[in-house]
């Protein structure tokens, strides 16, 4: 122990070639955060290694490293890097690499049990040489996240209330990537929070705003906008301790004293998973001046300027921010935004309509902005809303699905089917289904060999093949894998 110790003392004391201020091991940027000795785990989930890119080999400062792992293709799953002696080491949420935000192309070390989200702020203390550092801009939840004042921390797992084990209700989830602070931000953006109990961020990549039974994001006295509905009731006493999940308390909740007046620090950069109903009575701000003008002022009249998320000075009344005493939601533009939203003009105010309609009314885009939709693209979606379980292609997909087509969109029927109906192929395919007149397994029909084709087609046909069901070109083939022990009644109808 005493030669470990010596030797992180050693370690930290390095000089590496810096253009500014440097942290304890020299680095000098900022899309990184120093965690502790040892390699990176995950907060939630597994505490195994990240899956890795490849390598850098070598004597390298922790610049070099850092510069190293924003030189690939893709960072959005990039959560962080290690740094040895002689390695550097550049760590991805499982199910992403260096190539690609969906696939591990290019991933030269797979985790066994398939490391996600965010990486714990603590590591595993393995291997003091190894120094674990966070990719900042990945987000995500972990014990220390939440840097705002209106959430308090509970614990790994869900949040539950006294003498339960139910989950609470949640509203439509905000995916990842987000931060704590844009969790909360997301939360808080509902029309009505009255009835919010706890936000929640799952290793599965979703921020998850909690409300109490019998009231939703968009009325405190109904259940609007609820996407996952259960009786769970009263205030959060602590979790059910799943390794999957963070939960934190709303210290707002059940009329305790009236949030601050100034607004979450960040705003969600995503769009809601699932599509919340209209408000029609949404909550603004309760707090109002408590005294008037001590005197006159002493000039005219002048236009006030903020800094916006770009450091642009722009005149106020020429932005837009979110208008929460609209029914149907909005944007305004012109002043009189609350103060809450002045002060902290990078979060709420916008330099266009667009933008203002996207960060906050993403899920209902074109009601916002007044505007009927864009024609229709001719990719296919998955049709929820239906009686039957299909995919369309008449452009009326949902704005959540027409603001992130990468997981929505599809260019044909049969891929659309294939992702989000894949245990009812032919049901989602319909009509536009086609056979294939290949050979396959009837098991109900006592073992016989089928041809792939709609029943009264044809001779044979044993309906549409499902996708699980093995083809096979010729029947004496399918009976000889499928039904060797009694080829000659398979042969026949």
């Given amino acids: 122990m005493k030669f470990f110790a010596a030797l992180v003392a050693a370690l930290s004391a390095v000089p590496f070639a810096s253009g500014g201020a440097a942290d304890v091991n020299g680095y000098t940027g900022s899309e990184y955060t120093f965690v502790d000795f040892g390699y990176c785990i995950p907060e939630l989930g597994s505490n195994s290694h990240y899956n890795m890119a490849p390598p850098l080999e070598g004597q390298y400062s922790v610049d070099e490293c850092a510069a190293?792992?924003?030189?690939?293709?893709?960072?959005?799953?990039?959560?962080?890097?290690?740094?040895?002696?002689?390695?550097?080491?550049?760590?991805?949420?499982?199910?992403?690499?260096?190539?690609?935000?969906?696939?591990?192309?290019?991933?030269?070390?797979?985790?066994?049990?398939?490391?996600?989200?965010?990486?714990?702020a603590e590591t595993d203390g393995n291997n003091p040489i190894i120094k674990c550092y966070r990719h900042n801009a990945f987000g995500g939840a972990y014990m220390d996240a939440y840097t705002g004042s209106d959430f308090t921390l509970v614990g790994k797992g869900y949040c539950i209330p006294e003498g339960s084990t139910t989950h609470y209700s949640h509203a439509a989830t905000l995916p990842s990537p987000f931060t704590m602070d844009e969790c909360a931000a997301y939360c808080l953006g509902f029309p009505n929070t009255e009835g919010l109990v706890a936000m929640e961020a799952e290793a599965a990549g979703r921020c998850l705003c909690r409300y109490d039974d019998g009231t939703g994001p968009e009325k405190a006295t109904n259940e609007d906008g609820i996407l996952d509905n259960t009786d769970a009731s009263g205030p959060?006493?602590?979790?059910?301790?799943?390794?999957?999940?963070?939960?934190?308390?709303?210290?707002?909740?059940?009329?305790?004293?009236?949030?601050?007046?100034?607004?979450?620090?960040?705003?969600?950069?995503?769009?809601?998973?699932?599509?919340?109903?209209?408000?029609?009575?949404?909550?603004?701000?309760?707090?109002?001046?408590?005294?008037?003008?001590?005197?006159?002022?002493?000039?005219?009249?002048?236009?006030?300027?903020?800094?916006?998320?770009?450091?642009?000075?722009?005149?106020?009344?020429?932005?837009?921010?979110?208008?929460?005493?609209?029914?149907?939601?909005?944007?305004?533009?012109?002043?009189?935004?609350?103060?809450?939203?002045?002060?902290?003009?990078?979060?709420?105010?916008?330099?266009?309509?667009?933008?203002?309609?996207?960060?906050?009314?993403?899920?209902?885009?074109?009601?916002?902005?007044?505007?009927?939709?864009?024609?229709?693209?001719?990719?296919?979606?998955?049709?929820?809303?239906?009686?039957?379980?299909?995919?369309?292609?008449?452009?009326?997909?949902?704005?959540?699905?027409?603001?992130?087509p990468g997981s929505w969109m599809h260019s044909s029927k049969q891929g659309c089917c294939e992702v989000n109906f894949g245990w009812m192929l032919n049901e989602c395919l319909g009509s536009s289904a086609s056979s294939t007149d290949k050979w396959f397994m009837v098991y109900y029909d006592e073992f016989k060999c089928k041809k792939d084709c709609v029943v009264g087609t044809g001779p044979s046909c044993g309906g549409r093949a499902e996708s699980w069901d093995e083809l096979f070109d010729t029947r004496s083939a399918c009976c000889a894998e499928k039904a060797a022990w009694n080829p000659t009644d398979c042969l026949v109808d």
């Avoid at 690939?72 to 190539?99: A, K, M, W």
Wanted: charged share 15%; net charge negative.
């Fill in 68 to 120: 190293h792992c924003q030189s690939f293709n893709n960072i959005e799953g990039h959560v962080g890097f290690e740094i040895t002696l002689s390695q550097c080491y550049c760590r991805y949420t499982d199910g992403t690499g260096p190539e690609s935000a969906t696939t591990e192309e290019g991933i030269t070390y797979e985790s066994i049990t398939g490391s996600v989200g965010a990486i714990s």
């Fill in 236 to 404: 959060v006493a602590g979790t059910d301790g799943d390794t999957t999940a963070i939960c934190w308390t709303y210290n707002w909740a059940f009329g305790n004293t009236a949030p601050p007046t100034v607004g979450p620090s960040n705003s969600p950069s995503k769009t809601p998973t699932g599509s919340p109903t209209k408000s029609e009575s949404p909550t603004s701000p309760s707090t109002s001046p408590s005294k008037s003008p001590t005197g006159s002022p002493s000039q005219g009249p002048s236009t006030s300027v903020v800094a916006t998320a770009g450091g642009a000075a722009i005149p106020e009344d020429s932005l837009y921010y979110p208008d929460w005493s609209k029914s149907n939601g909005g944007c305004k533009t012109g002043g009189g935004q609350p103060t809450y939203m002045t002060l902290d003009a990078s979060t709420w105010m916008l330099t266009t309509l667009d933008q203002c309609c996207k960060r906050y009314f993403g899920w209902m885009l074109n009601e916002c902005k007044g505007t009927s939709g864009a024609a229709s693209s001719g990719l296919w979606f998955p049709d929820w809303e239906g009686l039957v379980d299909t995919c369309k292609n008449d452009g009326s997909e949902p704005e959540y699905m027409a603001l992130n």
